[in-house]
């Protein structure tokens, strides 16, 4: 056989697929700076929410949440938090809304300079976060652009009573008035059908991914997964990321099948709560240098979800509704419990993100359930998602090395193999 | 009677919910302003506000971040600390990211024989008072379940007509303060507001009527500015204190606990469940965390500046408080369109600095005179 002929090696590292990610976001910025050119109105959505619905009336949907992560990548988030604060708004809120705003207050961005183009219309969900309805309030006003809220009232802890998935429904039906208001349009409910198959179909694809990861060694870790899920936020309901996620799928499937891992030496599985650090990725990197790979997470789930397309809204609210970052501490800890079962973890890492109060506020009391109850190594630093000021990488390795340790010695006995992490620090 | 008997109160309300017990009354601790008090009393319970001290908060650091809200944090601490063994049942709200954690936060570190926990809409139109009524329908048969009686239409008018009274009467203590030289100070208001909090509603309105009866007089008082101050909770009674010791005339206030839970009153019609629902989710003036897209809470801010001729406003809030920081900037602007300044103060009442408040207050009046 001919050298030409033979397969080419899967190595471990990132995924072969994540490089299509680029092309992917390039397209989406382009149709984003066109839109307007176009005729198609563009839309500012809060990310866990039925864009679904935007998607049938052809509404280009912008996420603020995913564009202030890109201007935390670009290391322009810190000057525009900064730039926030000038203008009023406290350093202790959600760094997405700092970083965002203080991008619109500047004039400036990481699109060549250019920032997010303005809203025509504004949609929010107040079944998540308090900052989304307060955030989407304020821009509404700086923007004098239309908002719809999409009210939600549930309770916690609980099943999702019949009375507040009718509300949600009620709410989702003002939605669509809204938009067939502002669009001229009549919503297209077999289109919506049809999204919603895709979307459907993203999402399992997802889910299997996630837990192709419960495979020793884990084929494909955190700093691939954070980056991975950008189609999942911004394109569920897309044939795009239907595509994309069936060939990052098909590759897992391979490197399973290989026992190929994302770390060429995997020693540790942890579990990383919640929220990565966007503007300093390489944090993950230098745990999977030390053989340490984030085998699962509950972040990217929040962005998936079942439909049923013969029932739209219903589906939609149940699917919005059941979101698990609203859960109880319990019934957090019950999630996290499962998985530390079933994907094999060794410890698990909480970044306490002082800018989102909402994901944070229950970490440690989870945080002490699952001490009590499994005794597993943990770690919890302070960080921010966004904003890099105040940022002490020294710190934070330093907690990692001794949790490393701990599971080591918790492993097998002792230290067996003594390594610093960061040890290549750029 | 003087005003420092509600204030006494107050500081000893342990003990007041203590021999309320012994005298066989329930009590049930609530957090939100938005908590529909009158159910609980239809059901012959004492509703009372849990409420945090001013000591360091450390046995809730084990269950909570640094970097969330104090009050809460401060409250969670007095409960595993034992200060709230009295109480026979909870009630959570939906209607901040907070207050709708702790509740499982409690369950599973506090013992409480009872909870719930309400949902709630933001928006105030008919679709949403109609769901909050149901809710509320939901609420009345555990109570009803709890108690083991009907909560009657005719029990409800009732707790209604108390409460409204109640309203009523510290509406009247208000409007003291439209004078020029009005007979108490704004700090002597608060503690008369803080111990309605914390007594049965007829005690307090029968109070009320005492000191409304037989007010004080105070001398003249000299040209301060007539101040209105803003906030979420405060326990620390010092920093208004403080204030008034800098030369501020505290006339008007925007506490959730003080004009925006009592300006407006429930409504008598048909069906007294709706009415209830009605009022606390779209009559009573919203804190920002209730607040609908009309601003309305800032309005009401408006409408106390210009009836009660405030020179200045000072924002007291406790840390971390995401609905007061988004409503900061928006507030700040909107009183500078009407010539009034504003001075934004974050505070952690378990870690008061007495020094700087006074600071900043002070040079804020400097620039008012």
């Known amino acids: 056989m001919s050298s030409s002929n033979q397969e080419k090696p899967i190595a471990p590292g990132p ?49 603020p949440e995913n ?103 009620t709410e989702l039906k003002g939605l669509v008035s809204f938009l067939e208001e502002h669009t001229a349009k009549k919503l297209d409910m077999d289109r919506l059908r049809d999204i919603l198959v895709l979307s459907d179909k993203a999402s399992r694809l997802w889910l299997e991914i996630g837990d192709y990861r419960k495979t020793v060694p884990a084929p494909v870790g955190g700093l691939d997964i954070f980056t991975l899920m950008l189609p999942l936020v911004l394109l569920r309901g897309t044939q795009t990321a239907v595509d994309f996620y069936q060939e990052v799928l098909k590759e897992v499937k ?23 650090l966007f503007h300093r990725m390489r944090l993950l990197k230098y745990l999977e240098d030390v053989g340490v790979v984030v085998a699962t997470d509950l972040y990217g789930d929040a962005f998936s979800g079942r439909f049923d397309p013969a029932d739209p809204l219903g589906s939609l609210a ?27 973890i060794d410890g698990i890492i909480y970044h306490s993100n002082r800018a989102c109060r909402f994901y944070s506020a229950q970490q440690t009391a989870v945080a002490h359930i699952l001490e009590d109850e499994l005794g597993l190594p943990s770690v919890m630093f302070e960080g921010n998602m966004t904003d890099p000021r105040g940022y002490s990488e020294d710190q934070v390795l330093s907690r990692l090395q001794a949790f490393i340790e701990m599971m080591e010695v918790r492993k097998y006995g002792t230290v067996k193999k003594k390594i610093e992490i960061g040890f290549d620090r750029k | ?34 908590t529909p008090q009158e159910l609980i009393y239809a059901a012959d319970i004492v509703p009372v506000r849990i409420r945090g001290s001013m000591d360091e908060p450390t046995l809730a650091n084990a269950f909570l971040p640094g970097f969330v809200c104090c009050y809460q944090r401060s409250c969670l601490h007095e409960a595993l600390a034992g200060n709230y063994g009295y109480l026979d049942g909870v009630i ?22 009872y909870s719930w926990q309400f949902a709630m809409p933001r928006k105030h139109n008919e679709s949403a008072i109609d769901m909050f009524a149901q809710e509320l329908g939901l609420f009345k048969s555990s109570l009803e379940q709890y108690c083991g009686h009907e909560l009657s239409d005719e029990s409800l008018r009732q707790a209604i007509d108390v409460y409204n009274k109640n309203r009523s009467l510290r509406r009247q203590v208000y409007q003291l303060f439209l004078e020029d030289v009005p007979p108490l100070l704004g700090s002597q208001v608060f503690e008369i507001m803080m111990s309605g909090l914390i007594m049965p509603k007829e005690e307090h309105s029968k109070m009320l009527s005492t000191l409304l009866g037989d007010l004080p007089s105070r001398g003249k008082t000299g040209n301060n500015p007539r101040l209105l101050v803003t906030g979420n909770t405060l326990e620390n009674i010092e920093v208004l204190r403080t204030v008034e010791r800098c030369g501020g005339e505290i ?29 606390y989710l779209s009559k009573r003036i919203p804190g920002p965390c209730t607040d609908s897209l009309q601003r309305k809470r800032i309005g009401h801010i408006l409408e106390l500046v210009e009836d009660y001729r405030v020179q200045g406003v000072i924002q007291i809030s406790q840390h971390y408080c995401d609905n007061y920081l988004f409503e900061t900037p928006v507030l700040h602007g909107r009183l500078k369109e009407q010539g009034v300044p504003m001075l934004n103060m974050e505070i952690d009442d378990t870690e008061v600095t007495l020094a700087r408040i006074e600071a900043n207050v002070q040079a804020f009046i400097e620039m008012l005179k």
């Open chain 1, 15 to 63: 995924l072969e697929a994540a490089a299509k990610m680029k092309a992917i976001s390039k397209q989406y910025d382009e149709e984003m700076f066109r839109a307007k050119e176009t005729g198609r109105p563009i839309a500012y959505l809060t990310s866990v929410a039925p864009v679904e619905i935007l998607q049938a009336f052809d509404i280009l949907v912008a996420m």
């Open chain 1, 67 to 169: 564009y202030a992560a890109l201007c935390a990548s670009r290391k322009m988030a810190g000057e525009f938090c900064d730039i926030s604060e000038q203008y009023g708004y406290s350093g202790d809120i959600c760094s997405y809304v700092l970083s965002s705003f203080g991008s619109e207050f500047a004039n400036r961005g990481p699109y060549d300079g250019e920032s997010l183009p303005d809203p025509d219309l504004l949609v929010c969900t107040d079944h998540a976060c308090n900052t989304f309805v307060k955030w989407w309030q304020n821009l509404s006003e700086h923007y004098r652009c239309p908002l719809f809220t999409v009210d939600a009232a549930y309770t916690v802890g609980g099943t999702l009573k019949e009375e507040y998935r009718e509300y949600f429904v």
């Open chain 1, 254 to 276: 391979e490197r399973v099948a290989k026992k190929i891992g994302a770390v060429p030496d995997e020693r540790f599985r942890i579990i990383w709560d919640t929220f990565p």
């Open chain 1, 318 to 344: 149940e699917r919005y509704m059941n979101y698990y970052a609203c859960s109880s501490s319990r019934g957090k800890a019950e999630i996290y419990k499962k998985r530390v079962r079933d994907w094999h």
């Open chain 2, 1 to 34: 009677m003087t005003v420092s008997e509600f204030y006494k109160k107050y500081r000893n309300r342990h003990q007041l919910a203590k021999r309320l017990k012994q005298s066989g009354k329930k009590i049930f601790g609530y957090f939100c302003l938005c």
């Open chain 2, 92 to 113: 959570f709200s939906q209607r901040c990211d907070i207050n709708r954690d702790i509740g499982g936060i409690w369950a599973e570190n506090v013992k409480i024989p």
């Open chain 2, 251 to 279: 006339v008007i206030d925007d506490f959730c606990f003080g004009t925006r839970d009592c300006w407006r009153q429930v409504d008598h019609n048909s069906d007294p469940l709706r009415s209830i629902a009605e009022y």
